[in-house]
Structure formats: structure tokens, C-alpha cells
């Protein structure tokens, strides 16, 4: 691997561990970078098996942080996983794999795509996952049509961090390529 293909990996990864942790700054409810920086890692990193592996790692130690050290008081011991933590991470993943294809070629409309996808997709599978885990829903059509309609208000959050983080990731790489040639990557197409 050249110098300069190092050097755009440990930038793109580097990009994509400050926004997780960017968590930490008070946002509203689920204004969060972290299907953004699954679509980020789709589209840049030209080993796709990084895609997942960087994003996933960043928030799950963004995870450990927020919650040992944050909101560590609120529990028991050191957490390595919190319940249901897989549903989020899944969703992260199926985000990622879903913006595969969507970034063959990187374009604005494509970046808002994939932010509405990201969107919709970490919806449907998170409010699923609190559905098949809850006590408090009815195992059946109705409690999972509540459990969506109880997860709607922080659907504008989820939309709102979405856009938010891929247009700072991809707008701000993407001026950073121009002007810096050291950046630009072989196998990204900026449109």
C-alpha cells in the first residue's frame, strides 16, 4: 500500500472516529453522525470491508465512552454492550451495505438519497427492535404499529443528523480533495 493511499485511509477513518465521538456535543434526540459515517466509509474506502469495520468500531467506542464515562453513573459496572444494541449496530451495517451500490458515483443527489435511505432504514429495523424486545408493546400487528407511531417524534432528529453529518463528511471531503490533490482518491468519482 502506497503512502499516499495510507495517508486517505487513516484521514477517512480519522474523519469518521471524530464523528462519533461528536456524539458527546449536547444535540437533540437522535441527531446522530452514525449512519452518515456508514455512508461516508461506503463511499470512500476502496476496501469495502473497512466500510463496516471503521464505522462500527467507532461507535461502539464512542458507545463505551458515552457510556461509562458520561452516563456511567446511571449503571452498574462497565458496559460493553448496552440492550438492543444490536438492532442499531445491524441497522448501521444494512445502511452500509445498501450505500455500496448508491456510490459508484458520488453526487449531491446521491448523498441525499442515501441520507433519506439511512433515514428510513435505521427507522423500520430500531423501532423493530425495541417492538421484539419490549414488554411494554403487544406482540402483534398493533403494538408494533404503536411502537412505529411511539418512534416517530424522533424521526426528525434521525433526518436532521443525517443529512447534517453526510453533508459535512461528504461536502467537506470533497473540498478537501480539491484542494488538496494528496486526497483524492482513485476510485471515488466526485459529480
Known sequence: MSQKVKLQVGFIALLIFLAAFSRVIPHMLNFSPLAAIGLFGAAHFSKKWLAFVIPLAATWLSDLFINNVIYGQYYDGFVWFYD???????????ITLLALPLFSKITAGRVATGSLMAT????????????VGSVMYAPDASGLTACYIAGLPFLKGTFMGDVFYSTVLFGGYYLLQNRYSAFKLSHVTYN
Open 120 to 131: 428510513v432504514v435505521f427507522f423500520l429495523v430500531s423501532n423493530f427492535g425495541c417492538w
Open 84 to 94: 438492543g444494541f444490536h438492532w442499531q449496530y445491524g441497522s448501521y451495517a444494512f
